[in-house]
């Protein structure tokens, strides 16, 4: 696990532990949406086109969105993220007492909250990922960001997102969780968030809602 590995050609494990979680059709099952204090509905980032062009400028609305608030309003010529990958802002030693799966490079731990920024571009990225499985629909140009998110149960703007997964984080959100997957450098410094999985428990239910793999770690066996 604490290996230095800088080959990410070679950065696998043997059997898959986690998986963008994916769905071909338009049906998406009733997903819990995780709790925020504020009521205010999200503002709708609404595509009126329709057709071709339609799809453009969805796909246009759902970079923009997608890459984060600082570029909300900057076109794009495609529906692929651009997103730089992010590194943490200080090196960190992976707690052992955190960790709840380990394989290679690779562990499945607690959160931080200075992972919440990190936790929120890989929400962004998983809405991205449905609304592309589906881009060859008749219907896809004529949806938002903000239907999309409705859709796998992700909150439309930055500040009520951050503060519900922060909540989630710290433990305030009874019945919620959230683990991350880490990559992990030698001397076991935690190098980047690669991937999440957030749960839902209802009692003896438990609703796996979300599995996201950052795309660049994606066929790594994650």
């Known amino acids: 696990l604490f290996a230095d590995d800088d080959d990410d050609e070679k950065d696998t494990v043997g059997q898959p532990l986690a998986s963008t979680n994916e769905s071909g059709s338009a049906e998406f099952p009733g997903k819990r949406r995780r709790l925020c204090s504020k009521t205010a509905p999200p503002t709708k980032i609404t595509s009126k086109a329709s057709g071709e062009h339609g799809s453009r400028s969805l796909s246009e609305a759902m970079v923009a969105w997608a890459a984060g608030p600082e570029a909300r309003h900057r076109p794009a010529s495609s529906a692929t993220i651009p997103l730089a990958p992010s590194e943490q802002a200080q090196p960190r030693l992976l707690n052992k007492a955190h960790v709840l799966a380990r394989a290679g490079a690779y562990a499945v731990c607690f959160p931080l909250d200075e992972d919440v920024e990190r936790l929120r571009e890989l929400e962004r990225e998983y809405v991205v990922d449905h609304a592309n499985l589906l881009e060859a629909e008749p219907w896809y140009g004529k949806q938002s960001p903000s239907d999309w998110c409705g859709l796998v149960n992700v909150i439309l703007e930055e500040d009520d997102s951050h503060q519900a997964i922060r909540s989630i984080v710290h433990g305030r959100t009874p019945g919620h969780s959230t683990l991350a997957c880490v990559r992990v450098r030698g001397g076991g410094v935690v190098s ?31």
């Open 192 to 222: 980047k968030v690669v991937g999440y999985v957030h749960i839902h428990r209802d009692g003896n239910d438990l609703d796996v809602s979300h599995l996201k793999v950052d795309r660049a770690y994606q066929g790594k066996g994650l």
